[in-house]
């Protein structure tokens, strides 16, 4: 009854869709259900978030320009939200999926998001965005492949494996909640987790010889993470949708919120490998294993884990540097990754975002250029369209710290349509830290150790840095990226760590103008949930 009811309600969607996509593009409709259900993924019991009874949730698989139909009943006895990491969402950040701009589907009702995958390939992930749900699941895979026709730079691999890892709480996301509401810390993660499972729970076939790619995403809450495969080298060749030098690796810094996709040959003797994933800068260091199993294994391998780095920065650094942008690939159009000659642009701003930790009101927050951000009670993508006064003020955070106590507020940044702008981010403190723009692909052109300033440009990579949307930056230290702000909307911009975001360290950037043309900006959906002080008020005409 319920799947007729969800299947019905995306078919119904189609009409919704056709008036903003292009119809010659491919339509693909999924019918989710979340509900809560038991989980055991370190061997005690949980309640975990499930997706059409799956933990993790169901992989989205999709081409450039498809058009992506989901409908999510909610099933929870809360609200409930997802959002796309990665997904540009172009011209329509109405669905973006976070607070800021969509409303939480309520417990018992369901929404159809509507999406584009517009000019996009590579490896991403999906998310429960609300509260602290991401510790109990409702993740899942995206990969989006090439349309036909556009050329690839690796042969087509002889299998393709989602492989999420991330650091896990036993505890329920509602008592993880609770402690941060009470303005305490978390505690150590209990564990780490391969697609779900603990230690030997995942395993993924090969036969001897075949060429694999593995799309590898930290879905975790706080904790860089290094993965390596026993006795095997990997090939990278794309992060976050941009084709890489295909540098060889024997094992990988991969930072809470990205995403690698790399080649693993099947060339050592026939035998069950172990796949290692530790966790990187921490006391203890957390491990657990996977299992690269051969067709015809001959049994498993013995013997210490192959071991890796734990507190070495300068190792991660020199890594993070090493991976570059395949000037010689094709993008999701017809064209050369290279041909957009970003380093021959002046930048008409510079943005600086410094992190910090403190006490407001004898309760843990965490900031950027000193403001904690309080989620308003209408998401301001909603309140813009409706011309709603006293849900943000823009402008209410600065583009430069100054050093000054944390306080409470709902910091929203403007900035300029179609200006290309330098963003910088400051990490004062001794944690490795992660961070996220929504919307968009960055060119993530230097980091380094120290305090930046101007001359800091001079060791910029201003020929082929990758281009990304979840970039680190390292201890004491800086990363500066280079980003074309076309793509209108509301943005967030966040911690990857999410107790720090949770707790404040994140905000808005407001990329607007006032045309209403739609090469510029969708309409609000005709299917928008309302809520808060839009409550009650009407989108558009069906």
Known sequence: MLLDMLLVTAAVSVALLCS??????????????VTYGDIYPLGFRQQGILINGQFPGPDIHCVTNDNIIINVYNSLDEPFLLSWSGIQQRRNSYVDGVYGTTCPIPPGKNFTYIMQMKDQIGSFYYFPSLAFHKAAGGFGGIRILSRPGIPVPFADPDGDYTVLIGDWYTANHTNLTNTLDRGKKLKFPDGILINGRGPNGAYFGVEQGKTYRLRISNVGLMSSLNFRIEGHKMVLVEVEG????????????????QSYSVLVTADQPPRDYRIVVSSRFTSPILTTTGILKYSNSA???????PGGPTIQIDWSLNQARSIRTNLTASGPRPNPQ???HYGLINTTRTIRLASSAGQV????????????YVPPDTPMKLADFFKIDGVFKVGSISS??????IYLDTSVLGVDYRAFVEIVFENPEDIVQSWHIDGYSFFVVGMDGGQWTPASRNSYNLRDAVARCTTQVYPFSWTAVYVALDNVGMWNVRSEFWARQYLGQQLYMRVYTDSTSLRDEYPIPKNALLC???SGRHTRPF
């Open 532 to 534: 808060g002080r839009a």
């Open 299 to 305: 049994g498993p391998m013995s013997g210490p884990l």
């Open 20 to 33: 903003i996509a292009g119809a010659d593009d491919p339509y693909r409709f999924f019918s989710w259900n």
């Open 338 to 340: 290279g041909s957009y």
């Open 400 to 405: 430069t710290p100054y050093g000054g106590g």
């Open 361 to 372: 009101n004898g309760k843990q927050r965490y900031a950027v250029n000193s403001v904690s």
């Open 242 to 257: 941009t084709h890489t030098l295909q540098s060889k690796y024997s094992s990988l810094d991969v930072h809470v919120g």
